[in-house]
Nanobody
């Protein structure tokens, strides 16, 4: 059973930085895309940033200036560095990955989410 476990969320003040981490575990043959989404109260889930093997990271709209994604293939993990946090960054941040655990399979997995709250 594949699992994604996030960590690093919390309550921070505007202007501070935060680093989120996500690690995949279980039966993993390979990981295709791996990245982060977020969902603010009353809003749709949106892409923050994602990575594909051998390609440059893709960032969501308005995300590239303060968000930095880094993927660590040997540990099946991905981090998200968020700088200059703003109250509008308050959301639940979800790790997402497309993982193959069996020849011919490729499934999308989501973490349980980690809350980031930014106070002004």
């Amino acid at each position: 059973q594949v699992q994604l476990v996030e960590s690093g969320g919390g309550l921070v003040q505007a202007g501070e930085s935060l680093r989120l981490s996500c690690a995949a575990s279980g039966r993993i043959r390979f990981i295709n895309s791996m990245g982060w989404y977020r969902q603010a109260p009353g809003k749709q889930r949106e892409l923050v940033a994602t990575t594909m093997p051998g390609q440059s990271a893709v960032y969501g709209d308005s995300m590239k200036d303060r968000f930095v994604i880094s993927r660590h293939n040997p540990t099946n993990s991905v981090d998200l560095q968020i700088n200059g946090l703003k109250p509008e960054d308050t959301a639940v941040y979800y790790c997402q990955a497309d993982i193959s655990d069996w020849p011919g399979s490729l499934l999308t997995y989501w973490g349980q989410g980690t809350q980031v709250t930014v106070s002004s």
